[in-house]
């Protein structure tokens, strides 16, 4: 992962780990539930957000590599993964 998307993620989940003390407390303090689902949906997309930032990365580095250098083992092995990782999200 290049320096510049990294930083980008860690950036990304240092809030995102503060949204979910702020959900924490919410539940601690008994707040109306529907703000607590907005939250957590904020917290989720958020997480989303990171998601696609990463599997970017995959693909314009490890994928392209794989793609342009390796070999036709290693092409579909990377296709696998993204199919792997593809079908668990629609669950």
Do not use: P, W
């Not at 601690?28 to 989303?48: K, S």
């Amino acid at each position: 992962m290049d320096m510049k998307t990294k930083k980008s993620c860690l950036n990304r989940l240092a809030r995102i780990e503060g949204q979910v003390r702020g959900v924490r407390n919410m539940v601690e303090e008994d707040r109306y539930c529907i703000d607590i689902v907005t939250q957590i949906n904020a917290a989720r997309a958020a997480l989303d957000k990171v998601e696609q930032e990463v599997l970017r990365e995959h693909l314009q580095s490890c994928v392209t590599h794989a793609f342009h250098n390796g070999s036709l083992k290693e092409r579909k092995q990377k296709i696998d993964e993204l199919i792997k990782v593809l079908d668990s999200q629609r669950r």
